[in-house]
């Protein structure tokens, strides 16, 4: 979702000098010389070799919010990292200065310019292997070496199931049981947990999986054979975004709904996870029906988490869903330990930011 370092590899040589006068301008000159460089065509999304630092960077030192308006409007770009990975953002943040932060942000939310996560299409194609990472977890590797789904998680998995069926009426002992759908089965970590809730189990529990590798891994391990669990093999698009499919899956779920819906995938982007809350109205449960999902996109840097967290919330209101946050943090340990082999760290913040949504009451 970061925007990838832009260098004077890609810039016409006319324009580098009046790249270097705005970078020099945005950090010390006075508005009025910004504004002419701008005019004049200086390019606002050049970033330094040195550093790595874009104008908007060197204006977020400056603590004026005009400065910082003047740039974005001019083309600077909001969530360009330097070469430690900062946004502007962070660079507000480290001067505890929240409305520059807040002005970056809300760029970024306006933008929507939220990139996608990477192919499907072609990781359900890709070998996987599954090991034991340096941390003593279990972790499931694409082709590439990224990590699909890594054990560290854990805790964070029981965490969305402590939260979904806490209050859930039919989760309490002597009930049915909840009807669950996860989108998604990885290392089974989660589906794991629905089954052994204390209270009472899923009656029914709907798994999604589209990779054939992982597939084969849950025929092994016996998971189609566990009581109410339903697999469905392919992709959540081809059942969910096909009306007929849909129609036929929601024919065996009681009250009209599923109480309880999670979804965490891979190589998906922003505007799946959109197109799946979407359909979330025609799939939840009214009215104790509670859904949450992997949130983490953007976890590589603390601005672009908040305006990815910020539009799905804007979202899902948008589709009468109200979310509640619930903040989690992760201890350094997690954090540093279990990234060992694995080729591109995927998490590097010290919080998580727990999604809960339930549909507003009427
Ligand atoms: C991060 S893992 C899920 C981890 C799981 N939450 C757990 O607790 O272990 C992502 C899973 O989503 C699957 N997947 C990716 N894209 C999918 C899609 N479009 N539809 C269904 N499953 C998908 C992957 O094959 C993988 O098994």
Known sequence: MAASTSSAAELPPDLLPLAYALLSASESASISSIKTLLDQGAPAWYQDDALGWSCLHYGAERRDTQILEVLLRGGAVWNAVDKWGRTAGEVCLSFGWREGWQIIRNEGVRSEDTTSAGDNLSFLKSELRWEIGDDGRERVLDADGNGVMMGWEEPLMREHVRLMLKDHPNAVEGQEGVSVLNVGYGLGIIDKLFQSYTTSPPALHTIIEAHPLVLAQMRKMGIYDWPGVRILEGRWQDFL???????????????????????????????????????????????????????????????????????????????GLDVEWHDVPIPESLRSEVWKGVRRRYWDLPGYKLPIARMMLH
């Open 241 to 319: 975004l096909d009306g007929d499919k849909l129609g036929e899956l929601l024919t065996s779920v009681p009250r009209g709904g599923f109480d309880v819906i999670f979804i965490d995938t891979f190589a998906e982007g922003y505007e799946d996870l959109k197109a799946f809350f979407d359909i979330l109205p025609d799939i939840l449960e009214p009215e104790h029906g509670v859904f949450s999902f992997w949130n983490g996109l953007g976890a590589t840097n603390p601005t672009i988490y908040a305006v990815s967290s910020h539009l799905a919330e804007i979202h899902l209101d948008d589709v």
